[in-house]
């Protein structure tokens, strides 16, 4: 099975926030922790998510994958991917590596999603963005 991860892969959720907050570009994966913010994310920002670069590109060579992401599944990111014609299957786990058996694959931004995929097993192949440069 493959899976592809929503933020940072499929939807340019930094982006959005980025445009919402005036925030600077995280240099490394979780950097936002530091600003202790209440990480319920407002729909109005999900729903002005841009689809990732290179996403489209990703789901044409995976059209099977299923969408992994630690997020809640509120109705406006079911809203978001349906408003982009993202129609893949998507599940919510909190601690991805569980649904990981061996030879499954993980395309994911965050660095410890896919050290802990590839300690089950897996494949995984860390998404390139400008907050995960640091640990390649
Ligand atoms: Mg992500």
Known sequence: M???DMDGVLADLV??????????????????????????????IILNMEVGVG???????????CI???????????????DNGIHLG????????????????LIDDCPENCRLWESRGGWAILWDQPWNRSVK
């Open 68 to 82: 992994l992401t630690a997020a809640p599944l509120s109705s406006a990111r079911l809203r978001w991917l349906s």
């Open 90 to 105: 998507i599940l919510s786990v909190v601690d991805k590596y569980v649904m990981c058996t061996p030879g499954d694959l």
């Open 2 to 4: 493959t899976y592809l």
């Open 15 to 44: 982006g959005a926030v980025i445009r919402h907050t005036g925030l600077p570009m995280p240099t490394y994966y979780g950097e936002w922790a530091k600003y202790d913010f209440d990480w319920v994310i407002p729909d109005e």
């Open 55 to 65: 996403a489209r590109e990703l789901i044409a060579q995976y059209p099977d994958a």
